[in-house]
């Protein structure tokens, strides 16, 4: 079995949220899904759980960070093209979404940054693997 990786976001508004994450592509799954938390699956392997804040609280001593004001985490999903990463930024946008700064193109790799409607930074990229070996002077590097 293929690890997974559950990235666990709390939210302020849990409908809201859920909204936003399907305009952007994922699917609600039912099973990890109540009126507390929702598992968005972003693919086979990525799932987002977004928490209400009382559900989060569960799992941390800590205060819940205001994504606002700090930054918690950087989030960086890759995508299949330059198209692709631009696709789903103009979905987070028109979602309610914000554009957090201008696109940056490197040539070999090119990305853009969106925040949700909590504030969680986004970072869609594209890379052209080859292309960034040999910029960076480096051996290619092969998909695990």
Not at 15 to 21: D, E, N, P, T
Not at 50 to 64: C, E, G, N, S, Y
Request: proline share 5%; with cysteine; aromatic share 8%.
């Amino acid at each position: 079995m293929s690890k997974l990786i559950f990235v666990n976001l709390p939210v302020a508004d849990l409908g809201r949220s859920i909204a936003f994450y399907e305009a952007i592509g994922a699917t609600k799954n039912p099973i990890f899904s109540d009126e507390t938390a929702a598992c968005m699956v972003i693919s086979d392997v990525i799932h987002v759980m977004i928490l209400t804040h009382d559900k989060f609280r569960q799992f941390t001593p800590r205060a819940v960070a205001d994504a606002r004001s700090a930054t918690e985490v950087l989030l960086c999903l890759s995508a299949e093209s330059r198209q692709a990463v631009d696709d789903i930024t103009e979905k987070a946008l028109a979602a309610g979404g914000a554009e957090v700064r201008p696109a940056e193109d490197h040539g070999f790799m090119y990305g853009r940054a969106f925040e949700d409607p909590d504030g969680h930074i986004w970072e869609p990229m594209w890379m052209d693997m080859a292309a960034a070996s040999e910029a960076l002077g480096a051996a290619p590097v092969e998909a695990a």
